[in-house]
């Protein structure tokens, strides 16, 4: 006799996936829960994206972590934003991660905020370090010949005062 149902209905494939998550088989655990006819707990959305991010499968991490932030969960949401900018961050979209951790800190979770402006402040040292490098990269040679040559107000990315009259 032919089945005219799936062997494992709505719930059931959420719930086997459920357990194959708490059991290590992440691969289940991923295919299982994302049919369009369960209900998923936002925290298990999280988990396995952070177990295909931990795998550096980035794209897959990226889609989990978007259905996380799309139940709008008041927990799970903001934290998966984070995450979401840590990913994009580490994919070298650093725009894109700019703009998770800004949504998660528009949230207004406590934990989100704590963690998305220690990533944005990161980001900005990391941006002024990069300006640093390519400045004294082109003019290092003239600010070591002639310290002079900065200006007194900004001696790191200030501009360089050469006379071309000499």
Not at 8 to 25: K, P, V
Not at 59 to 70: K, L, V
Not at 126 to 131: A, I, L
Request: glycine share 8%.
């Amino acid at each position: 006799m032919i089945l005219s149902r799936p062997l494992l209905q709505r719930d059931q494939r959420r719930d086997i996936g459920y357990s194959a998550l708490t059991r290590g088989a992440y691969q289940v655990a991923a295919r299982l829960p994302s049919h369009t006819d369960t209900t998923v707990d936002p925290h298990a959305y999280g988990q396995i994206a952070a177990l295909f991010y931990e795998t550096a499968d980035l794209a897959s991490g990226r889609d989990w972590w978007q259905q996380a932030i799309a139940t709008g969960h008041p927990e799970e949401a903001p934290k998966a934003m984070v995450n979401l900018g840590n990913l994009e961050r580490q994919d070298g979209d650093l725009g894109q991660a700019r703009h998770w951790w800004q949504q998660a800190i528009a949230t207004g979770h406590p934990e989100a905020i704590s963690r998305a402006q220690h990533e944005l402040r990161a980001l900005d040292r990391h941006e002024t370090d990069r300006q640093r490098g390519e400045y004294f990269g082109r003019y290092g040679y003239l600010t070591y010949a002639d310290p002079t040559l900065i200006k007194a107000d900004d001696p790191v990315s200030g501009d360089i005062r050469i006379d071309r009259r000499a």
